[in-house]
C-alpha cells in the first residue's frame, strides 16, 4: 500500500522554539493533511492543503503541500506546553479516492 | 469536539470471539470511514460506508464488517478476534465521499484482545 515517511519520530525541545516535522511518499497525493492528537482523543485537523505549493497558515502553525505532490512540512513557531502530543501528516493518494493514508506520527514533547 | 461519539470507550475481550463497535457521526454527515490505530503507528483505512453502502476498503481481512444505518451511525464488526486486533478504532464523518471533504475522528474504541 502508500507509504508516508514522517520525520523526525520525536522531538524534544523548550518553550519558545520553533518546530519543523515533514513527510515524504513515493507516489503523488491529491491532498496534504496535518493532524494532532491527544491521550485518549481521536486525531483533531490542524491544517489541509489542497494544491502543489499552497502555503497556509493556522495561528502559530504553518503548513506546505510540496511542487511534487509528494511531500509536506509543518512548521510550529514559538512552541507552548500545550503543543505536546502526536502529529501525523495525512494525505489522499491520487489512486485512493477519500482513504486517508497517515505517516507513523512525530511525538513532540515541550518542557516549559 | 468534533461531534462524532464512539462506544464503548473500552473493551477487553479474548481470542476468538467477536466484537461489535459502534459510531455516531456528526450531524449532517453521511459518510462513515474506519480506522484501525495499532499502538505507536498511525491510523490505517479499514473502509467507509456511504448511504448504508461500502464504498472502498483496505488491506483488512473480510471478518472485519461493517453496517451503516439509515440515520448514518455505524458498526464496525470483527469476528474471530485475535491477538493483533489489539489497537486503538478509530471512526470519522464526512459530508462526502470526495477527499475534498474533511473527515472529523471521534475518539476511539480501544480493544484489547487476550
Known amino acids: 500500500g502508500q507509504q508516508l515517511n514522517q520525520s523526525p519520530q520525536s522531538m524534544f525541545i523548550q518553550e519558545g522554539e520553533d518546530v519543523s516535522m515533514n513527510c515524504t511518499s513515493s507516489?503523488?497525493?491529491?491532498?496534504w493533511l496535518w493532524y494532532k492528537q491527544e491521550p485518549g482523543e481521536g486525531p483533531v485537523l490542524l491544517i489541509a492543503?489542497?494544491?502543489?505549493?499552497e502555503l497556509t497558515s493556522n495561528g502559530r502553525l504553518t503548513a506546505q503541500f510540496g511542487i511534487t505532490r509528494k511531500d509536506s512540512f509543518l512548521n510550529i513557531s514559538a512552541s507552548i506546553p500545550s503543543d505536546v502530543g502526536i502529529y501525523f501528516c495525512?494525505?489522499?493518494?491520487?489512486?485512493?479516492?477519500?482513504?486517508?493514508?497517515f505517516g507513523e506520527g512525530t511525538q513532540l514533547t515541550v518542557n516549559p | 469536539e468534533t461531534g462524532v461519539t464512539q462506544s464503548p470507550t473500552h473493551l477487553i475481550k479474548t481470542r476468538g470471539q467477536q466484537v461489535t463497535l459502534r459510531c455516531s457521526s456528526q450531524?449532517?454527515?453521511?459518510?462513515v470511514s474506519w480506522y484501525q490505530q495499532a499502538l505507536g503507528q498511525g491510523p490505517q483505512f479499514i473502509f467507509q460506508?456511504?448511504?448504508?453502502?461500502?464504498?472502498g476498503r483496505g488491506n483488512f481481512p473480510p471478518r472485519f464488517s461493517g453496517l451503516q444505518f439509515p440515520n448514518y451511525s455505524s458498526e464496525l464488526n470483527v469476528n474471530a478476534l485475535e491477538l493483533d486486533d489489539s489497537a486503538l478504532y478509530l471512526c470519522?464523518?464526512?459530508?462526502?465521499?470526495?477527499?475534498?471533504?474533511?473527515?472529523?475522528f471521534g475518539p476511539g474504541t480501544r480493544l484489547l484482545v487476550l
Open positions: 470519522a464523518s464526512s459530508t462526502g465521499t470526495v477527499y475534498q471533504e474533511t473527515q472529523y
Open positions: 507516489s503523488i497525493f491529491n491532498t
Open positions: 492543503l489542497y494544491k502543489a505549493g
Open positions: 495525512a494525505g489522499h493518494p491520487v489512486t485512493s479516492g477519500s482513504r486517508l493514508t
Open positions: 450531524s449532517g454527515h453521511n459518510t
Open positions: 460506508y456511504y448511504r448504508e453502502e461500502e464504498n
